[in-house]
């Protein structure tokens, strides 16, 4: 029996569903897919997903802890493409287990990538590769929502992070108190949440601008600022990722917490911020440098990167 912290589950397209001008909710299904699962509820949990080659089926990988150097090992052509995404919904009933995906429709020439073309042709019965939690196992990690005891919590993010902050707002508990603020494409995109009676949920059509537009001057008015959002950060192929077990994006998983201030001059409690890595960027100067809000409270995630292939 495989014991890594990691399960590999291949899974078939059970079902596809085009909810919103955006978003295809592809429910995966398959024997396999009960082995993945943290050991608390499911919040921002990160999966990979391996995407077969375009006319090839998925690789075969060994069923251990260094699955990615093995997809990485396996030639170009039939490695097929890996990306990360959300679980939106993990349904473990007594004879079968499925995990619900949000795949954002991204399909103009230019800036789309096989991610979002599988999603478009994606069919019953096609295959993938889910990678995740082995069931129950804590060191496998990829969930960030952490407020801790923070009284409030302020979520935001574009359309590839509202997988992920609904799933925050079903599976955080009815004493959740709070905002959260997501930006999409088109007004019917804003989704059906059940959050809690304590947080107002806003749904921010972009209508055509440019990403962020609506995010940011959302986010500096929620916290009672009214600087001007600024230009966006310079473009850079990394994406930013900063959160309180990972500081200053570094890796560094303890030490650097206890250094940071333990006060919290605007009262925000706990702020979480993913989607586009330059909109997310500009978000971390004006919250940190600008506003002063301590590092200990904020998570910024960049999900994506425009104009940047992912390479997992
Ligand atoms: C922790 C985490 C959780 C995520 N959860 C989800 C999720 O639940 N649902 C979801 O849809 N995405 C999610 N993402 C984002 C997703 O991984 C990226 O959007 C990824 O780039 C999609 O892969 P692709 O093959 O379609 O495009 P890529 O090959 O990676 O990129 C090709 C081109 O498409 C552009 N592009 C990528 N994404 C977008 C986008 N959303 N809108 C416009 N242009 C884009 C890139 O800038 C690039 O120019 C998540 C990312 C992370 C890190």
Redo the contacts with the bound molecule.
Sequence with gaps: MPDGAFALARSRVEWIERISPT?ARVTFAGPELHDIGGPGPVL?Q?IKIV?PPPGGAVPRLPEDDDWWSAWLAVPEEERG?M????I?SLEVGPTATRIV????R?L?A??????????EAAAPGDEVLLIGPRRGRPDAG?VEFDPGDAGTVLLAG???????IARILEDAGPGLRGAAFIEVPHAADALDVEAPAGVDVHWLPRDGAE?GAALIPAVLAHLGSDADAGAREPEGEE?VWETPAFPAGDGAAVGAIDVLPADDPLDTGYVWI?G?SGVVTTLRRRLVTDLGLPRRRVAF??????????RA
């Design positions: 978003f921002d990160r995407f493409s990306r990360t995404y959300s939106r995906v949000d795949f954002v991204h103009a230019g800036a789309t990538g096989p991610a979002s073309l599988w999603a990829g574009d359309e590839t992070a509202a997988p992920a990403h994406l993913a586009e995630m960049g999900y994506w990167r425009r104009g940047v292939a992912m």
